[in-house]
């Protein structure tokens, strides 16, 4: 082939008129670019995922560690409630009180725990069922038409 023929370019080889790179090159070039792109954001991610998920560890343990210091100061408080009642009454009949009082709310808390989960029964999302089978149900009648 002499210089004076034109270049014919094979196929996905086609050059631009202006003599630049062929186009296969540049999509190739593109490709790489986009997947360097790719990985970068997704070590990005990886990074600051991984981040977040510290600071969700640290923020749950010291929930965790609020919540046993509270359980700590409750139990401080009943003993405060049980000593200001013995003033007035004997110890025992002022720990008995201070026992009955948490008592009959956590039964009226469970009693009504039980009912919620009562009226929750079955676990079977019931509503979504029936709406499928009446799909179905409608999509077998539109298959006999």
Known sequence: MSSTQPHHAGPGQSTDRSGQEPVGELVQRASQQLTELVRGELRLLQTEMQEKGKRYGKGGG??????????????????????????????????????????????????????????????APEQTVENVKADVAEIKESAHR
């Open 62 to 123: 010291l929930f965790g560690g609020a919540g046993v210091v509270g359980f700590l100061m409750a139990q401080a408080l009943v003993a405060t409630v049980i000593a200001a009642l013995a003033v007035a009454l004997p110890v025992w009949a002022a720990g008995l009180i201070v026992t009955a009082v948490p008592g009959v709310i956590a039964a009226v808390m469970a009693m009504s725990g039980k009912k919620q989960v009562d009226q929750a029964a079955p676990p």
